[in-house]
């Protein structure tokens, strides 16, 4: 029997033509707004459907999300959750709410089951890459979280490709994810308020500058030379800082947009006031915001955290040779949900297959 199709999986043009019973736009409503998902006597939240509508949707579809396994509770208010898939591969998303004027909250999701990148000051990169997510899995992760820890008010979250994954490694899946994501019909998210994080791969911002629905851009740079670059970021061998300058430019930003330029300070590595020149010529003529990033403590890579004062200097440094700069504020540390600390024990394909070729005595 065919597995049905998951409903986080379908845009509104799409369910229009499966002739479901009264309106496309209501019945989609329905399935993606958290608001019309109460909670029954049994403690399950279900969408709110008519008789019709229910028949109509269980017959073609999945109701199915990702099961949350665990929660782990910051002293910052930060939530990391572990959430299960249907084939038993976890992810990790990081849901931040922020006390503001205008409170919202930030989802940290994730767009692979491990990731591929090998960035050696990354922990998910110890899991290799295991596997894609789906649109629907993506989808599904946004809405799982919401029904559990809200907001109900879509108008205050936002989304960032931060977790688990190299987002434009899978990115036909991602721009499926966000056109639905920001379907009027349901959750109604700006395009905006959505932000997709690269380590640098030249061809995947070409694609997304190019999206019909188009997410905002950060790119990881983490070091001014190729070399240097290579040396942590495997990935910059085909991805040269030049060719990656010259991505941006070519980027299409909207009015008062800006490209958020990452940059992971590692003590003695990539902290000097050399490389807050060369960061700051990368980003000469790009309408940016450098986003430094004091290295999160993982297990990999034999880095240390910069003090307080070299993050300073740095950041001076940044500010005198005329850039905009903001320090990210880990959120999430004390439960390893910072970034570059998510990390699940779902086998990557390297691990099984030397535990299947152990297990036949080394066939």
Not at 209 to 238: E, F, G, H, K, Y
Not at 273 to 300: E, K
Request: with cysteine; charged share 20%; hydrophobic share 45%.
């Amino acid at each position: 029997m065919t597995p049905l199709q998951s409903f986080c999986d379908l845009t509104a043009e799409e369910l229009s033509a499966r002739e479901p019973p009264g309106s496309a736009t209501h019945l989609f409503a329905a399935l993606h707004r958290v608001t019309r998902w109460p909670t029954g006597t049994d403690g399950v939240r279900r969408p709110l459907l008519g008789k019709i509508a229910r028949a109509f949707v269980e017959r073609n579809f999945t109701l199915a999300l990702p099961e949350i396994i665990h929660a782990q509770h910051s002293d910052d208010a930060a939530t990391k959750l572990l959430l299960g898939l249907a084939d038993g591969a976890r992810v990790e998303v990081v849901h931040m709410p922020r006390a503001v004027k205008n409170p919202r909250v930030t989802l940290c999701i994730s767009s692979q089951v491990g990731c591929a990148m090998g960035c050696r000051f990354c922990q998910t990169a110890t899991m290799g890459l295991v596997r894609n997510l789906g649109a629907a899995e993506i989808v599904g992760q946004v809405l799982a979280v919401l029904l559990a820890l809200g907001p109900v008010d879509p108008q205050r979250v936002s989304i960032v490709f931060m977790g688990m994954g190299e987002p434009l490694h899978n990115v036909d899946a991602v721009l499926r994810a966000v056109e639905i994501l920001c379907e009027p019909a349901g959750l109604g998210l700006s395009p905006q308020r959505i932000t997709v994080s690269t380590v640098g791969l030249v061809d995947g911002i070409a694609t997304i500058a190019r999206a019909r629905v188009r997410p905002a851009i950060a790119l990881s740079v983490n070091a001014t030379t190729d070399a240097a670059r290579t040396a942590i970021m495997p990935v910059a061998r085909n991805n040269s800082l030049a060719d990656l300058r010259a991505a941006l430019l070519a980027f299409p930003l909207r009015s008062h947009e800006k490209v958020t330029l990452e940059y992971v300070l590692l003590a003695g590595t990539n902290d000097s006031q050399d490389d807050a020149a060369g960061l700051a010529a990368f980003a000469r003529g790009i309408r940016h915001n450098v986003n430094v990033i004091p290295w999160n403590a993982t297990a990999v890579g034999g880095f240390a955290r910069p003090n307080h004062t070299a993050i300073s200097e740095f950041v001076a440094g940044l500010r005198a040779h005329g850039c905009l700069v903001t320090v990210r504020k880990s959120r999430g540390p004390d439960v390893a949900g910072a970034c570059g600390q998510l990390v699940t024990q779902s086998e990557s394909r390297f691990t099984r297959r030397a535990r299947l070729t152990q297990a036949a005595g080394g066939q």
